[in-house]
């Protein structure tokens, strides 16, 4: 059976984030006592390269998963940590228990918990989870909204303006092969501002009307679905440096208005070209 957005009652929807929102919870409960803990010490799943990983990443996938085990058994899982489970709902839950671990086994507050659930065509709802900060960030089913330290807000990106009065965010240099590296510097080159490292909180702050830009390479599917879904139902736009879809990882462009992706995706292009 082939699940679209369109044959979900309300109901459901209503269930789907009240999962998602429990897996969440748990992450947080998981990850939180060893954020910034001394005695943390983080194994590298990348040879000739960092790719690190630490008990915090298991622990908060493992309960996850479990909430799914409970709740929706049919449905199937991409995790980054323990692959794939496949299901007979037409439902993918695509989980990245902490994004950013890099930043995470640092002390910094960029790392976050990534929730989507996707059909056929890719995310239909999205979780962008900050738990030392206490923010997060939802996107599709009708919401797009956070909450916070500050309250409860709407999110919406900014809209309108070019690339000269732009903020662009990206991990590179640290990620991307050295012709994708060319490529973005000729958008950095463009934009008033850049800043780095942010993983997977620079695609919330777009979301949340904060930056103008998110430009990555080298993603896996479960880095990018949750902030599909709360960038598009914030308003903005994200596609791959082709202009197609992103939900299956590699290069993605995220931009706060069409004009604005525009201008950005042909100068990631005319690069590649």
């Known amino acids: 059976m082939t699940v679209t957005r369109t044959t979900l009652s309300e109901a459901e929807k209503s269930e789907l984030i009240a999962v998602a929102e429990a897996m969440a919870d748990a992450a947080r409960t ?9 005695h943390l010490t983080a194994e ?28 929706r058994p049919d449905d199937g899982i991409l995790g ?29 507050p960029t790392w976050g918990v990534l929730i989507a659930l996707q059909d056929a065509d890719g995310p239909i709802f999205g979780i962008i989870d900050q738990p ?7 996107g599709g089913f009708g919401r797009s909204d956070m909450y916070g330290p500050q309250g409860d807000a709407p999110l919406g990106v900014r809209g309108a303006g070019d690339l000269s ?13 050295n012709i994708e590296r060319r490529a973005f510097d000729r958008v950095r080159d463009k934009v008033r501002l850049t800043r780095y490292g942010t993983d997977c909180y620079a695609y919330a702050l777009l979301a949340a009307g904060q930056i103008d ?45 069409r004009a604005l992706h525009a201008a950005a995706l042909k100068l990631l292009q005319d690069e590649l070209a």
Do not use: C
């Open 30 to 38: 998981a990850i939180l006592p060893h954020f910034r803990a001394r």
């Open 44 to 71: 590298n799943k990348e040879a000739g390269g960092f790719d690190p990983v630490t008990i915090a990443d298991r622990a908060a996938e493992e309960a996850m998963r479990m909430i799914l085990a409970e709740r």
């Open 80 to 108: 980054e940590e323990f692959g794939t489970k496949d299901g007979s709902s037409g439902l993918t839950w695509v989980l990245d228990p902490i994004d950013g671990t890099r930043g995470f086994i640092s002390g910094t």
């Open 132 to 138: 030392y900060v206490g923010e997060r960030f939802f």
């Open 165 to 177: 009065g732009a903020t662009l965010f990206t991990t590179f240099p640290e990620v991307g092969s």
């Open 213 to 257: 830009l998110v430009i990555e390479a080298g993603l896996n599917a479960y880095d990018i679905a949750a902030p599909i879904a709360v960038i598009e139902a914030a308003g903005g736009v994200i596609t791959n440096w082709q202009g197609g879809p992103a939900h299956e990882g590699g290069r993605a462009l995220a931009a706060s208005s």
